[in-house]
């Protein structure tokens, strides 16, 4: 589609660059100022207008994308689409509400396309963080702070008399409304507001509209929310445009409401009675494009419905801002105009469709040959290799919940709420790990994410291979953990020891109980092992599933073998192969054959082989990606379609290890890597 651009200051080449790798092509560029139109359109290869009306007339550009200074927005998107042109407006729509509705109307009338600036709601941290609002985990949320510090623009900007000419909410202001809008749907009234005309002494440029605003907004959907928008408090002031929201359950912060970049710690939550943990994308953010919101526009004109919704938040937003100034002199409070606005519903990751919740990750593909060659991975979801076997959709990366460490055993419970508040959203649980009980606690707790967010995998350990045993185990599992059913349960080991009673709480168990319990000795001092061939085992996992009491099944500690005997004796297919996995033990020859035949690979004990994260080629490579060694083992599974799943006590190390399933390393890399493998390599 073609784009004519009218206003080529400072921010049109940035949509300008935007548009080479899209669909969209600049037919003509207009400014009033000659020498800037035609720099732009030597760029964009096109003709140069300094009169709208003649551009209009001359180039045929479906979409008028609308750069101009802020007062010229409406007479500029006015007369574009009275000439019955499609068009993008940067922000504000307009100056005030009345000429906003007018835009809408005839937009709406000639049934043409409306977007409006900032399209920043769909930027990857804001993104983020309304994932996990939609997800619940503020509880309802009854209060937030925005702000929108614009900063001292004499200083900052080459020509600042537009900016203060219209003041701090029109053009700062807008993007934390905008995004409170996508958010919470309108604003219902203005509760109360200031405007002060504070500014240094010695300026002579001066803001003619107060340097200075402070309102208190009530959505009609329930937040209040305090805003304070300045031209005043420096940009580099502590809060630049910082949001914060408080529910009932917890807390988030969101640096930037108008922010672009994709840093992990853009983007913080703290469940009530917590103090924050940093929720970092676990999987390669998307970057954000000023383009975007014009390929969205121009895709919903294709599709034969022209979008106005973006027209519609743009409307409000200047509505809410009229209303401010309003209530800035009244004392308020002021009913503000809701212009059609709506929430929008939170864009999903980009890896793929949600599956019932839990974020997907990249399903593997067919390898290209056998053994310890790196499967390929694909950002879509796969084909099935079989018919009728279907891959579990897991998050990139899980959170290991064993108390076991180096011999000692350690509580877990907090490590495991840092892990829940950062963000992830696989959970691997065992009944030898006794501390069921406490995941169950923090999953019920306020500010938990919802049950159907989280993947929870359980184990069945090998003294309880028999069928009424094991049925036994698996509803005190559940019953401890407060869940109907798991995700996914598993054999813990494919081998069976002899029953010497349930297992229950183990964490609270004398250590001498729990040994007899969990590694039965013979009277010989060996371990007494039980007669339950692998294929019975399974038959007694499979009743289970029958139950209901779990999603899927899987086997853990096996050998390709092995996996052979279940595969043949049972009838639900086993899901999920979880095995000791990092690059001294690759297993590449077992992941493969999972991934042949759809059944996922789950790395344990990923990062703790002796003298693993010593390795100098971990530390190279981690170099050029900003990772710790242990980051790289993590981002080496996950590219490789293995869900790693570290455990760690250390809360900056648990944020880290998720924010490395974000990265993707190159082939090479990982070839690099596979030259650690040591056949040999026991524990
Ligand atoms: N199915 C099975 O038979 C089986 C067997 C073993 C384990 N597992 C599962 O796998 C999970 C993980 O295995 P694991 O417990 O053996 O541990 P691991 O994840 O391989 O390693 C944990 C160790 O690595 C350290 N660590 C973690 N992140 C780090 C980082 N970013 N930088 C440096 N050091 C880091 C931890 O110290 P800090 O605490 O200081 O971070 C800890 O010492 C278990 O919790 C369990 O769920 C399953």
Redesign the pocket.
């Known amino acids: 589609m073609n784009c004519l651009f009218v206003g080529a200051g400072a921010i049109a080449p940035e949509y300008a660059a935007g548009l080479e790798a899209n669909t969209l092509s600049v037919a003509g560029v207009c400014d009033l100022d000659g020498e800037r139109a035609v720099a732009l359109a030597e760029e964009c290869g096109c003709p140069a207008f300094t009169d709208l009306e003649t551009a209009l007339d001359v180039v045929d550009a479906a979409l008028v994308v609308n750069l101009t200074s802020h007062a010229a927005h409406a007479p500029v998107t006015e007369a574009a689409l009275s000439a019955g042109r499609h068009v993008y407006s940067q922000k504000p729509l307009a100056l005030d509400a009345e000429a906003a509705e007018k835009l809408l109307e005839i937009a709406r009338r000639r049934d043409l396309a409306l977007g409006c600036a900032p399209g920043t709601p769909r930027a990857p941290a804001q993104r983020r963080a309304g994932r996990l609002l939609a997800d619940g985990r503020l509880g309802p949320v009854r209060l937030g702070y925005a702000h929108a510090h614009v900063g001292r623009v004499t200083d900052w900007h080459d020509h600042p008399g537009s900016f203060l000419d219209v003041g701090p909410l029109y053009d700062g202001g807008v993007y934390p409304l905008a995004l409170l809008v996508s958010w919470f749907g309108p604003v219902s009234h203005v509760r109360v507001a200031d405007a002060l005309d504070v500014w240094p002494d010695r300026e002579t440029k001066r803001p003619t509209a107060p340097s200075h605003v402070e309102a208190t907004l009530a959505f009609a959907s329930g937040p209040t929310v305090r805003l304070t928008a300045s031209l005043y408090a420096p940009h580099r002031s502590r809060e630049f445009y910082g949001l914060e929201l408080h529910g009932d359950d917890g807390s988030l912060y969101l640096r930037g409401s108008g922010a672009m970049g994709t840093d992990p710690d853009d983007v913080r939550f703290g469940r009530v009675g917590r103090g924050y943990t940093n929720a970092p994308p676990q999987s390669p953010p998307t970057p954000y494009a000023y383009a975007d919101a014009l390929e969205r526009l121009a895709a919903s004109v294709a599709a034969g419905t022209p979008s106005r919704s973006g027209g519609r938040r743009g409307a409000h937003v200047v509505a809410v801002c009229n209303a401010i100034e309003a209530a800035a002199e009244t004392g308020g409070p002021i009913e503000v105009l809701d212009c059609g606005a709506m929430c929008e519903p939170v864009p999903e990751p980009v890896v793929g469709p949600p599956d019932r919740g839990w974020h997907p990750t990249e399903t593997p593909v067919r390898p290209d040959s056998g053994p310890d060659v790196e499967p390929r991975t694909t950002l879509h979801p796969r084909t099935d290799p079989k018919p009728g076997t279907r891959s579990l959709r897991l998050p990139p990366i899980g959170?290991?919940?064993?108390r076991?460490?180096?011999g000692e055993y350690v509580d877990r419970s907090d490590?495991i709420a840092t892990a829940l508040d950062a963000g992830y959203r696989l959970l691997?649980?065992?009944e030898l790990?006794g501390n069921e009980h406490r995941i169950g606690d923090l999953l019920a707790a306020p500010g938990a994410p919802g049950r159907e967010s989280v993947f929870v995998l359980g184990?069945v350990w090998r003294t309880n291979h028999r069928r009424e045993h094991l049925l036994e185990a698996c509803a005190g599992s559940r019953s401890e953990l407060g869940i109907d059913a798991f995700d996914c349960y598993?054999l813990?080991?494919p081998s069976a020891f002899a029953h010497r009673g349930e297992l229950s709480r183990l964490a609270e168990t004398p250590v001498d109980r729990r040994e007899a319990l969990t590694f039965p000795e013979a009277d010989d001092g060996s371990i007494e092992t039980a007669e339950i061939p692998l294929s019975r085992a399974w038959q007694n996992l499979e009743a289970a599933y029958e139950r209901g009491w779990a999603r899927s099944l899987g086997v853990?500690?096996v050998s390709e073998a092995q996996l052979e005997t279940v595969l043949d004796a049972g009838t639900v297919p086993p899901a999920l192969v979880?095995i000791?996995r990092?690059p001294y033990r690759p297993r590449q020859g077992l992941v493969s054959f999972c991934h042949d035949r759809g059944i996922r690979v789950v790395a344990?004990?990923?990062?703790?082989?002796p003298g693993l994260?010593e390795e100098p080629v971990l530390a190279e490579i981690g170099a050029d990606h900003g990772l710790?060694?242990?980051?790289v083992v993590l981002a080496w599974n996950v590219t490789s379609g293995v869900v790693?799943?570290?455990?760690?006590?250390?809360p900056?190390?648990?944020v880290?290890?998720l924010a490395?399933a974000a990265t993707r390393l190159t082939a090479e890399e990982c070839a690099r890597i596979g030259s650690l493998r040591r056949p040999d390599f026991e524990r």
Request: with cysteine; aromatic share 8%; charged share 15%.
């Open positions: 959170f290991g919940c064993s076991y460490r180096d490590s691997d649980s065992a790990y184990k598993t813990h080991w853990c500690n979880q000791e990092h344990h004990s990923p990062l703790s082989a994260l710790s060694p242990a980051g790693p799943i570290p455990s760690s006590t250390t900056e190390h648990v880290a290890n490395a």
